[in-house]
């Protein structure tokens, strides 16, 4: 049971470069959620899943997209990287756990853009 | 609009102390409330979690204060240790409206100092 999977765990672009993050979890939890950590801001949601199919927008959407291929795996794209998403990207996933929903986290992917 | 403020930003305690994080928030309908243990160099984990009915919850040597009519909530941890040196974010869901995000504090920063 490895939980929540992310790659890559680092990543250099250039402006203008495209790339995916991959996430997968192995816990058969319906809801999945991309996260940007930057210093002082916290934990920002990017986009989320409640369930395969669906997406919805959070707090900070602009330059990203989003997949859900299936139960397991979430997909977020930079179309055209930019300085200001250099950031520690995190997956997570969530599900009950002794009666109460938790959300569980991936180890992260530092993106640098230059 | 930040819908749960989070302070201090950081905290340094001396090894043996109580540590104490505080959370507000605005939105009357969230009725979960967890906080997250952030390491460096680690996705999130949740710690401890209370729902409304209650008004403390203790596991171990952390334990959340929880004021309905102020709309807050605290974490205190007791006996601090330098193990316990970490990030914590406190977070907030309106679980009975459906499928919504968590909401995150900006974290606080803990530092236990011998």
């Known amino acids: 049971n490895a939980g929540v999977t992310q790659t890559p765990k680092f990543q250099v672009l250039k402006t203008g470069q495209s790339m995916t993050l991959q996430c997968a979890q192995d816990m058969n939890h319906n809801s999945m959620y991309w996260y940007r950590q930057d210093p002082g801001m916290g934990l920002r949601l990017i986009y989320y899943?409640?369930?395969?199919?669906?997406?919805d927008k959070g707090e900070v959407p602009n330059g990203y997209n989003v997949s859900r291929l299936n139960k397991r795996e979430f997909s977020l794209r930079l179309e055209s990287a930019a300085p200001s998403q250099t950031s520690v990207y995190f997956c997570?996933?969530?599900?009950?756990?002794?009666?109460?929903?938790?959300?569980?986290f991936g180890p992260g992917t530092r993106l640098l853009v230059l | 609009q930040q819908q749960v403020k989070q302070s201090p930003q950081s905290l340094i305690v001396q090894k043996g102390g109580i540590s104490i994080i505080n959370c507000a928030y605005e939105?009357?309908?969230?009725?979960?409330f967890p906080w997250y243990q952030q390491f460096p160099g680690k996705g999130p984990a949740l710690l401890i979690a209370i729902r409304p009915d209650v008004s403390e919850k203790k596991e171990g040597r952390f334990t959340i204060s929880f004021n309905k009519s102020a709309k807050q909530f605290s974490l205190h941890i007791m006996d601090s240790q330098p193990g316990d040196s970490a990030t914590y974010f406190c977070?907030?869901?309106?679980?009975?409206?459906?499928?919504?995000?968590?909401?995150f504090g900006k974290g606080t920063r803990l530092s236990v100092i011998a």
């Open positions: 997570a996933s969530s599900g009950d756990r002794l009666g109460q929903e938790t959300q569980y």
């Open positions: 939105n009357t309908a969230f009725d979960y």
């Open positions: 977070a907030a869901r309106a679980w009975r409206s459906g499928n919504t995000p968590l909401v």
């Open positions: 899943s409640a369930s395969e199919g669906t997406t």
